[in-house]
């Protein structure tokens, strides 16, 4: 079956850390770009970063600046979403998404999601 997974997400402290991961099954990852995005209750799905198919990463906005990294691991066929110093603000359902092509902002785009992971940032 042909899907992205999410595993992981959860409650964590203000300051705390977190990594996501995005896993697929079905297909070879590392040939699509992949792309992280966040959505908070009541407001618009967000983009955060994305990892081309060349390792480049591109940031969307300033939410990820400095605080959150992405990365691949192409033997385990998994993108992460590494996310240092969290804030309250960062709580959010957050997504994986897949495009064949390059990193581009915008989330109509990309062809396959993830399921969505909750992250909650509260002490």
């Known amino acids: 079956q042909l899907q992205l997974v999410e595993p992981g997400g959860g409650l964590v402290q203000p300051g705390g850390s977190l990594r996501l991961s995005c896993t697929a099954s079905g297909f070879i990852l590392v040939e699509y770009a992949v792309a992280w995005f966040r959505q908070a209750p009541g407001k618009e799905r967000e983009g955060i970063s994305c990892i081309n198919t060349s390792g480049d990463v591109t940031n969307f906005g300033d939410s990820a600046k400095g605080r959150f990294t992405v990365s691949r691991d192409n033997a385990k066929n998994t993108v992460y979403l590494q996310m240092n110093s969290l804030k309250p603000e960062d709580t959010a359902v957050y997504y994986c998404?897949?495009?064949?092509?390059?990193?581009?902002?915008?989330?109509?785009?990309?062809?396959?999601w993830g399921q969505g992971t909750q992250v909650t940032v509260s002490s």
């Open positions: 998404a897949r495009w064949f092509r390059f990193c581009v902002p915008s989330a109509d785009h990309y062809d396959m």
